[in-house]
């Protein structure tokens, strides 16, 4: 199994432009997520979805958009990138824990990250 | 009380010596918790797993302190490859996903 892939792993646009990022995992978890990851500030929430076809805002969901129209994937767009927006990304998924009641969010699994930089 | 808090460090130890990191949590009704470590430039990966008091796996030890609302991370016989930043991971408030610290460095140094 791959586990969870990112797609690109480095990317550098130039502000205004728009990209978007896939997010793909062989696991067939239920829950996906996208953080960015900048110094000092560990891991921030951008969104996530628990399941095909739904999607939440996170912490910091200004600026992004998200889409999970299968299972396996989780797309992240920047519609017109920023410089503020300069960062690592990583996407994760995970199983809901907790039994059939699910009362409680189970380990994340990572992908390895895309560095993005906006000039 | 901020959601999730942890010592920024670094800690910077010599091999073979015995680290602890404590994360303090707001949400009283939390009830999974985990300790994930990240080495530079890499993804976080999942170190252990804490459902009840506590969760011991070789050398390292996480503990859960309910009344008090913090884990902690015990690293005994510190090697030099236990380099890294150690994230804690709490549920947030409310039906919602989990919160990650900002993370603890650890130098081990020969």
């Known amino acids: 199994n791959a586990g969870v892939t990112q797609t690109p792993k480095f990317r550098v646009l130039k502000t205004g432009q728009s990209m978007t990022l896939l997010c793909a995992q062989d696991m067939n978890h239920e829950y996906m997520y996208w953080y960015r990851q900048d110094p000092g500030m560990g891991l921030r929430l951008i969104h996530y979805?628990?399941?095909?076809?739904?999607?939440a805002k996170g912490e910091v969901p200004d600026g992004y958009n998200v889409s999970r129209l299968k299972k396996q994937n989780f797309l992240l767009g920047l519609e017109s990138a920023a410089p503020s927006q300069t960062s690592v990304y990583f996407c994760?998924?995970?199983?809901?824990?907790?039994?059939?009641?699910?009362?409680?969010?189970?380990?994340?699994?990572f992908g390895p990250g895309t560095r993005l930089t906006v000039l | 009380r901020k959601e999730v808090e942890q010592d920024p460090g670094p800690f910077n130890v010599p091999e073979g010596a015995t680290v602890a990191f404590n994360c303090t949590y707001s949400?009283?009704?939390?009830?999974?918790f985990f300790w994930y470590r990240q080495d530079c430039r890499k993804e976080p990966k999942l170190l252990m797993s804490v459902y009840s008091s506590g969760n011991e796996d070789g050398r390292f030890t996480a503990q859960l302190n309910r009344a008090s609302q913090y884990i902690s991370l015990l690293i005994r016989d510190s090697k030099l490859s236990d380099s890294a930043t150690y994230l804690c991971?709490?549920?947030?408030?409310?039906?919602?996903?989990?919160?990650f610290g900002k993370g603890t460095r650890l130098s081990v140094i020969a």
């Open positions: 979805s628990v399941g095909e076809g739904t999607t």
């Open positions: 991971v709490v549920p947030n408030s409310g039906n919602t996903p989990l919160v």
């Open positions: 994760a998924s995970s199983y809901p824990a907790g039994g059939a009641s699910r009362s409680y969010w189970g380990e994340q699994f």
């Open positions: 949400n009283s009704a939390s009830q999974s």
